[in-house]
């Protein structure tokens, strides 16, 4: 379902003129996450996929692509239609997922549905339960998705929103060695570390950002785990 629509945005694919459209529903309740409303109580509607598809027409030639995100776009049941209909008009796309659902990302690439990939990597196992908002979790469906980019070779990048009451130098250090040990011989090509931004959307209150100084220094523990990490202004 189309609950949101950003008609063009230079931020969402690098390098891309993009639209963002923004599915419903979501598996993870990450206490920090600003699309709250895409999920709680009854999601709202915005357009019907034919209308969407009827405002790419008018787009053919002024946008390069189009990021799917959300909520969690994997959780969408016609998603694979959805996508190729973006393809067949012509269109780039990037996916963004939290990587719950390895089995949807992979056939979705093997169907070359998908250009680019941008995966949230939320902490490290030990506290990744807590930063998504569940009592406890799998993370093997986690590690399959990540395993599945780091080793494949699609274009992708891995993304980290931080915030001061769920990250700290040991939870960095950890999810780092985990990242950089999951496909012998491989590291991941692209981190980005985001700041938490508070907004009315935000689920929790009392969350804050970092300060620069140990955002920096959360990068530089990363570095000897992933090929390139960068410090994304929100
Ligand atoms: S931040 Fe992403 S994964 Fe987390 S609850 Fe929000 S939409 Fe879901």
Known sequence: M??????????????????????????????????????MGKPRKLMEDEEFFAFLKSRKGLLDGVCVSGGEPTLYKNLPEFMAKIKEMGFLTKLD???????????LVEANLIDYVAMDVKNSPAMYARTVGLETMDLAPIEESLRFLIGGNLDYELRTTLVSQLHSEGSIQDMGAWLGGLVPGKKPVKLFLQSFVDRDTVLFG?????????????????????????IRNP
């Open 206 to 230: 009392n969350l804050s950002a970092p300060e620069t100084e140990t955002t920096q220094a959360f990068a530089k523990i990363l570095e000897p785990f992933v090929d390139t990490v960068t």
């Open 2 to 39: 189309i609950c949101g629509l950003q008609k063009m945005t230079l931020l969402d694919y690098p390098g891309k003129i993009a639209c963002t459209v923004f599915l419903g529903g979501c598996n993870f309740r990450c206490p920090f996450c600003h699309n709250s409303e895409l999920f």
């Open 97 to 107: 997922t939290n990587g719950y659902r390895p089995e949807v990302l992979k056939a």
